[in-house]
């Protein structure tokens, strides 16, 4: 499953609707009083948390959306009927900014609404101008327009567990391997755009984009794979078999993660060297202990090797089932 994980909505409530100019009749005044009704009021805005990770997606070709406008006042002094509110559904975990405000807004529970827009209020028809010293009023008000603003969605995922590491560590063949996910494989640099997911069990696993040095001043995918990394359980650090230097490798990652957040550095992390089909039997044991010098937790597998796998796949299981 590839995410839209950011998009740019331009969003406005509903217009108020217009008072109007209307009569009553009887039978000793032709003309009779006002009855002119107020307009409704235009719908609002509201922000909706809901569990459908991908729903962003649905805007991508659409991303201009309007609250429905107030109805006009009728005759009779019968009043305008209010607008429908406008719903935008975003993913629990989402981070709305309002370009215009700089309001920030974060939805973390299914469900959850927040209004973000107001409609605009209906006009008054003739009626309301109504007094002793103005017994047949001509005057009635449009209805007020509603707010409008620019708003970007931010997906900062809430998975179990993040795979993390520099291009090419194998991350997304992981994953599929893992979950039987479908996800973009490449022997090229920045072949995850955006985050990959998938299901092991019960628990979500993440596929994040390759990280590069300088990706916390913003270098590469920079802060769009760090901002994902920040809400998940546990990471799962993967180290390409192919590296010469394993260990400034680990070091280089860890460095730009605790550059970004220092709580990132705290996070429980778990060691997996990939690609090991690709070295020999002493190249594999070296890697593996100059990395346990740094982390205990290591795991060592090759997407080949059927029964490595499925070792692994249990011991992630029993590591996630702590959280």
């Known amino acids: 499953m590839v ?3 950011e998009i740019i909505l331009h969003l406005c409530a509903g217009k108020g609707g217009d008072g109007v100019v209307a009569w009553y009749k009887n039978r000793r005044n032709r003309k009779g009083g006002p009855a002119g009704g107020d307009g409704g009021k235009g719908g609002d805005v509201f922000l909706r948390g809901v569990r459908q990770i991908d729903v962003l997606s649905k805007y991508m070709g659409n991303n201009t959306l309007k609250a429905q406008d107030g109805q006009n006042g009728g005759k009779r002094s019968l009043e305008g009927k209010n607008g429908s ?25 299914e469900n959850e609404q927040v209004k973000i827009l107001s409609g605009g209020k209906g006009g008054f028809g003739n009626e309301h101008f109504k007094s002793s010293r103005n017994v047949t009023p001509m005057e009635f008000t449009y209805g007020k327009p509603g707010q409008c603003a620019d708003f970007k969605v931010e997906l900062r995922l809430i998975a179990n567990a993040g795979l993390i590491g520099l291009p090419n560590a194998g991350k997304s063949s992981l994953l599929n391997a ?6 973009k494989v490449g022997n090229y640099a920045f072949t995850t755009l955006n985050p990959n997911l998938g ?43 192919e590296r010469d230097d394993v260990v400034s490798t680990y070091n280089l990652v860890r460095k730009e993660l605790e550059k970004y957040d220092v709580s990132l550095s705290r996070k429980p992390e778990i060691v997996v060297l990939t690609k090991i089909d690709l070295l020999s039997k002493d190249e594999m044991h070296a890697k593996i202990a100059a990395l346990k010098n740094i982390n205990s937790q290591i795991a060592y597998v090759s ?7 499925n070792k692994l796949k249990i011991f992630l299981c029993k590591e996630l089932e702590s959280f």
Do not use: Q, W
Request: hydrophobic share 45%; net charge negative.
């Open 178 to 183: 893992l979950t039987r996910s479908n996800a």
């Open 85 to 109: 509110d406008l719903f935008i559904d975003v993913p629990v975990g989402s981070v709305i900014s309002n370009l215009n405000s700089g309001e920030v807004y974060e939805i973390t529970r």
């Open 303 to 309: 997407i080949f090797d059927d029964e490595l796998m």
């Open 199 to 241: 299901v092991m069990g019960r628990f979500v696993l993440a596929d994040i984009p390759g990280l590069i040095k300088g990706a916390s001043e913003g270098r590469g995918i920079g802060h769009k794979f760090l901002r994902h990394v920040m809400r998940t359980n546990i990471l799962i650090h993967c180290i390409s078999g």
């Open 3 to 5: 995410l839209t994980d």
